[in-house]
């Protein structure tokens, strides 16, 4: 997964982001009330996983947790900082969809299939192992997408600083 993070200049605040893609800013109200629902929804799944860990296979619940290690710091990150529409897309897709879908799916197969080779030639629990590293991967490069967004944002900002209020020679 790849993401890429609209331009933005540093007078343009974080919520006028998604104006200037043509849709409306995000209200800190809504920002605060969907990122309190996917933290319920991640808690719910690391801990559904953690009851089916002995169902799943070998590196399963480790990954969940590793993907939650990344997610729920974000999101205590993005209910204060804010995020852009599609910074939120993706942080919504993976945990109200993406994750839910690879362990529900797996866990809805009877025992014997799980470790079956299917048509692709992997097993299901291989192909579960493989979803969830890429989940792992993608929720890493949001992440980073987010923080060093907002840390670009902070550099620009101190170097309008610098320009406006640092003495200049010609000043004299």
Request: proline residues 6%; glycine residues 6%.
């Amino acid at each position: 997964m790849f993401f890429r993070r609209r331009s933005r200049t540093a007078e343009e605040p974080r919520n006028q982001a998604a104006s200037a893609a043509g849709s409306e800013p995000r209200d800190t109200a809504e920002v605060v009330r969907e990122v309190k629902q996917l933290q319920r929804e991640l808690a719910g799944i690391v801990a559904r996983a953690n009851v089916d860990g002995g169902r799943l296979p070998p590196g399963a619940v480790p990954t969940v947790r590793d993907i939650d290690d990344v997610l729920r710091p974000l999101l205590r990150y993005i209910e204060v900082q804010s995020a852009s529409e599609e910074e939120m897309r993706h942080l919504t897709a993976i945990i109200h969809e993406y994750l839910p879908q690879a362990l529900g799916d797996f866990t809805a197969l009877p025992a014997q299939y799980t470790e079956r080779p299917g048509v692709t030639g992997t097993t299901p629990a291989e192909d579960l192992i493989r979803q969830l590293q890429l989940l792992d991967e993608g929720a890493n490069e949001l992440q980073d997408l987010v923080y060093t967004g907002d840390a670009a944002k902070l550099a620009i900002q101190a170097r309008f600083l610098d320009a406006k209020f640092r003495r200049s020679d010609l000043d004299s």
